[in-house]
């Protein structure tokens, strides 16, 4: 053992498992990994999760690396968005409302009417739709009037850790920005009045660079170290590949997402993009959809085909809308066949269900990078996430990007993200460039596949003649 090496943890809390890595602060040599399953609970548009079995799962993944009596320094990065309310004991007084979970789009309609799409761009950078934390208040208020009673804290999931291991209430800009109520100068009074929340029950929101708190007793990592601000999942993702402005990245998980970071300040009003700020001090334009690696994965299953075994061709079209879908934004919506013919084979529906995930993101891209004003047209994806390591998918976005994909060998960017957030706070250095510093974006670069036009305008018009069929109650 090299006894004077430094060792920094990294955590990915994300939608369906915890990840951890214990990286050495100068080579950033991953040493070794830790990983624990969650459970997600609900049908229909609900999904929830304990947030006691995100600790539980926390300490595991950690203590899995085998390195956690020796770090230095840790941090935490989160699913964005989801709901926990606690009691003033610190227990949840409700499972944890998921980023996922569309039973509350009713008010994120209803909230969006009441200030205008205009003010709520102009304040908070985005128009929420079901998935931000504002929106899942204001449900909780409604259907759960006592749980919200009894709430004296609400927390972001990566906050909820973070405040496990310090025993403090803090968050950092980069999740704040998915909550809805927060804009560019803290948050925002009368968006807080508006759903009946005292600012009192709201965490501290910790500048870049600066420590959380230190470890207290009660969790495998040694006591007194420092604990990093921590971030939301797609801000960690942005630290760990060392992100400049004009490189898009696009991540294929439970979420697909695509984003990049800005310095200009994003403010969509048609609410594609979320105009989220990144850990750092900069933005992270991004858009998100709910249907990615597990829809397309499903559909698989379905056919009876290994994920791999796509065939080109045909004229089907598939919107693997499984879980509703919010870019576009379409809750209600369920998954979509069309075009289907005789000749059609099933490795051809496989694809079209790779497209149909793919054609929001990547026509998304662009307005990505248009709203924070660096667009680089020809600047190759990062393609990060599970879906990364497909060659569907590798195969897929390079086909309806038109773009070069470049796919790092790191496989968990979040968890190296936090783990770089952790060794800034050792070394004075910023995050992105301790990432880039330990070439977290090494890998591959796949040429360009021409364009497929053809493909996406036929998703397009199937999207645009779906019309009614995608609309929900009431409507
Ligand atoms: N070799 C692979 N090819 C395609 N998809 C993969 C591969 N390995 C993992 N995946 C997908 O990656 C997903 C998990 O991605 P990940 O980024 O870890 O998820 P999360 O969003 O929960 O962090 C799984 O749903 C799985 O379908
Ligand atoms: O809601 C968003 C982004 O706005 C999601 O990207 C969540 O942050 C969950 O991510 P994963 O579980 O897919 O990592």
Redesign the pocket.
């Known amino acids: 053992m090299n006894t004077g090496q430094r060792v920094v943890i990294g955590v ?1 809390s ?4 915890t ?1 951890a890595v214990a990286v050495d602060v100068e080579s950033g040599e991953v040493l070794a990994e830790g990983r624990a399953a969650h459970t997600v609970n609900g049908t229909g548009g609900a999904r929830e999760s304990d947030p006691e079995q995100w600790w539980s799962a926390f300490t595991e993944a950690v203590a899995a690396t085998g390195y956690a009596d020796r770090a230095a320094a840790v941090a935490v990065g989160g ?1 964005q968005h989801g709901l926990v309310a606690l009691d003033a004991d610190g227990r949840p007084v409700h499972p944890a409302l998921l980023w996922n979970d569309t039973r509350s789009a009713p008010q994120a309609a209803a909230l969006t009417e009441r200030l205008g799409r205009d003010a709520w761009a102009e304040r908070t950078g985005s128009v929420p739709t079901a998935a931000f934390t504002v929106a899942k208040w204001a449900w909780l208020r409604e259907h759960h009037p006592e749980a919200a009673a009894r709430t004296a804290a609400v927390r972001l999931p990566h906050d909820y850790l973070t405040g496990r291991l310090t025993g403090s209430g803090t968050t950092d800009r980069g999740d704040a920005s998915g909550t809805g109520w927060w804009g560019e100068h803290g948050y925002d009074k009368e968006i807080l009045d508006l759903v009946g929340l005292d600012r009192a029950l709201l965490p501290e929101v910790v500048e870049p660079g600066r420590a959380a708190g230190a470890v207290r007793a009660g969790s495998p990592l040694p006591e007194g170290i420092p604990v990093a601000a921590g971030t939301g ?1 797609n801000m960690a993702a942005a630290l760990g590949l060392g992100l400049e402005p004009g490189l898009p990245v696009v ?5 697909g997402t695509a984003y990049a970071v800005t310095r200009g300040r994003p403010a969509d009003r048609s609410g594609t993009v979320a105009g989220f700020a990144d850990a750092s001090g900069r933005w992270l334009p991004l858009a998100c959809t709910l249907n ?3 829809a ?2 499903r559909i698989a299953a379905l056919l009876g085909r290994d ?2 075994d796509v065939e080109p061709g045909g004229t089907a079209v598939v919107l693997p809308f499984l879980d509703g879908e919010r870019t576009p934004d379409l809750p209600y919506a369920s998954g979509l066949l069309h075009g289907l013919r005789h000749d059609t084979t099933p490795g051809q529906l496989l694809q079209a269900a790779y497209d149909g995930a793919a054609h929001a993101l990547l026509t998304a891209l662009d307005d990505v990078l248009r709203h924070g004003g660096e667009a680089a047209d020809d600047a190759p994806i990062l393609l ?10 590798q195969d897929t976005v390079r086909r309806l990007s038109g773009r070069a994909v470049r796919i790092p060998r790191a ?2 960017l ?1 968890a190296l993200g936090a783990a770089a957030q952790a060794a800034g706070l050792l070394t004075g250095e910023e995050p992105a460039a301790v990432a880039r510093r330990w070439g977290t974006t090494d890998g591959p670069l796949l040429d360009p596949l021409p364009r497929d036009d053809e493909a996406l305008a036929r998703i397009a018009d199937t999207l645009l003649r779906a019309g009614r069929l995608f609309e929900g109650p009431g409507r």
């Open positions: 990915d994300s939608t369906q498992a990840k699913q999942d991540s294929l998980g439970t979420s990615c690696t597990l397309v994965d994920r791999a990060i996430g599970g879906g990364a390591r497909g060659t569907a998918w496989a968990e979040v």
